[in-house]
């Protein structure tokens, strides 16, 4: 007798990377340099720290359901998105809101158009619930192919279009222009992008859930935001898209830890800014290094988001690097989302400082 | 054009009690008596607030996301549970595990029996993955009738039947000998048994996971071991199902104050142990002090939970007493699952000084 439905029967799971980060002990953390899952690589805010203190300080919560209506960390959003509160609502994660859209726009059986390589636990989430998942490819050398795209949507016609924008791992961003005229030209397609990396592009769509209700923006606090342990995203769609996803959305999953991080980290945007833009200095720099120091031996691919893509002449180079990198605490992100990208790995740009140390080690790996 | 599916179109939401405890300031808190959702009524272990203040103090980690794999986690819950950790794995509350299951065990179109009145969020979860949800009802003075759910089992062949035990809102316990008739008897349906109070009825059918895979049992860190804030929930089921549910399961989902806050709770079990012991007792001193206060103005039922239900003349005379006691800061839950329990409202059993209270306000009321 097996119970799963039908499905699920076999589904590949999410391929998680390494995390030795909590395998030692917190001293040893300090040591390490993880680059492997796009996470900020500094504290957020000090504000966070003050601000979790304080609640620990007061009297104790813990017995208590989280408050399911957090008016003040709705009017932070919206001040920082620069929309009505009704175009929001936050969840426990990005993924869990990914969950939750799958449940409201997708029926069994479903296509879902990914245009990848991309974030492969949307892909999970869309099987999860019984999606019919199909990719829409990067070219071989990861440039995005307009025509080949939206044919590709024509055929396919998928309920649901997701687009990472930035897109992990390739690093491209597409203008809000052509976002526009995607949902005018494909009406009928409801598009999902993903804007996990967007403080690091600059690049947001956030202003055409005004007018189109053919478009949801997932974002989350765990990239620039720094805030990944606390597990806090948020959607920006029409307030009827909103409101759909209001009506199954447990308003129990964001604790009091993560409603409060989220407030002291909007409170203090400034850090974020400062933070995002070091990165993106360092990236420049990080970039040309590797172009200039190791041209025959990797491709570092142009990326929009606070990493990059590297490409290596060969699987077992990637491989060997990779482990040296690991051997030195240093831990980047293998590419497993399919053959294209079979020879490539990802790194998260850290601070100058950081990613010193990562050339530094990469000098000594190929003996320069 | 409206995309949302179909079986969310009609969808009633899960009705949310009042939770003004989250509008007043910390100190104002303290005197809100919170007994609606039969969240534990006192802290937990202080061992929770100093490990979690020791967390704070470590080297910061608030920008990495929470470590997938907690084994010192599992081997406390193996302990405490007394079964191996294959059969067993935590989750970022029971409400989030009762979603995998449906998208496990559940597709689109099937028919789910739920033992009713019961656990509202669970009907929900079940409807917003396309399910076709039945009750099996407890009869009009909430006796369970055998006779009637078995004949409804066998009618209505359901893919999963939910039975919470002790059931919330009414209080009745089923032997573990019956549910291991059950599984016998009706060996191709799924049994989901929700233990959320199970720590305050004693009663406990984990060792049948060891022989049966139609079974699943759902637990919760939130009422007995006073965790409701950090949203934690842990399955017990075969080592199969374990492994079915690990395909979907999101790992990054508990933040690692939540890990470090079972993990103190589960290391002071005896804690845990003299608050039910507490509210057991508060429980039977309360309900008799009703039924001889207040014999022609309510009806207590039995109750293996932190709760009892109690049934009014009319509908109106419930509200009067419920506004009552909201106005003196006693909160407590109306019963809005369905015709039968329309006259009744649950409250949460605290310690007997809490319930003093209760009881002092509703003297007042009736003027005795």
């Known amino acids: 007798m097996k119970f799963p439905n039908k499905y699920l029967r ?17 001293e040893e953390r300090q040591k390490v340099l993880k680059l492997d899952w796009n996470e900020a690589t500094v504290p957020p805010t000090p504000l966070v720290k003050e601000m979790v203190q304080k609640l620990i300080d007061e009297p104790m919560f813990f017995n208590l359901y ?13 001040k920082y998105v620069g929309l009505p509160k009704e175009n929001l609502q936050y969840f426990g994660s990005s993924d869990l809101l990914h969950e939750y859209i799958c449940k409201v726009f997708i029926s069994v059986g479903d296509p879902v158009l990914i245009l990848g390589p991309s974030y492969d636990n949307f892909r999970l989430t869309c099987q999860a619930n019984g999606a019919n998942v199909y990719w829409s490819n990067y070219t071989d050398d990861f440039k995005f192919d307009k025509e080949n795209f939206e044919s590709d949507i024509r055929k396919i016609e998928p309920a649901v279009v997701y687009i990472c924008n930035p897109n992990n791992p390739t690093g491209h961003v597409h203008t809000v222009d052509y976002i ?6 494909h009406s009928d397609t409801l598009f999902l992008i993903d804007e996990a990396y967007q403080e690091f592009s600059g690049v947001t769509a956030k202003n055409l859930v005004l007018e189109y209700d053919n478009i949801l923006i997932s974002r989350t606090m765990s990239k620039a935001f720094a805030l990944a342990n606390f597990r806090v995203g948020y959607l920006i769609a029409s ?9 199954i959305r447990n308003p129990k999953n964001l604790t009091t830890f993560a409603q409060t991080a989220t407030i002291a980290a909007l409170t203090d945007v400034e850090y974020m800014n400062n ?23 990797m491709k570092p691919y142009e990326s929009a988001g606070n990493f990059i893509m590297i490409e290596f002449p060969s699987y077992n180079e ?15 992100r293998d590419c497993t989302q399919g053959y294209s990208v079979r020879k490539c790995f990802r790194i998260t740009i850290g601070t100058k400082k950081q990613m010193e140390i990562v050339l530094n080690v990469m000098m000594k790996y190929y003996a320069i």
Chains 1, 2 share one sequence.
Do not use: G
């Open 10 to 26: 076999n589904l590949r799971p999410y391929k998680l990377a390494s995390h030795k980060v909590w395998q030692v002990n917190p």
């Open 66 to 78: 989280p408050s399911t209506f957090n008016e003040h960390l709705i009017e932070l959003l919206s």
């Open 180 to 185: 526009k005229y995607l949902l005018d030209e």
């Open 239 to 247: 307030k009827d898209n909103v409101q759909f996803i209001n009506r």
């Open 275 to 297: 933070y995002t833009k070091e990165v993106n200095l360092a990236k420049c720099w990080f970039k040309e290094k590797l172009e200039t120091l190791f041209s025959k031996k």
């Open 318 to 332: 990637k491989m060997s690097l990779l482990q040296f990198l690991a051997e030195n605490n240093i831990f980047v």
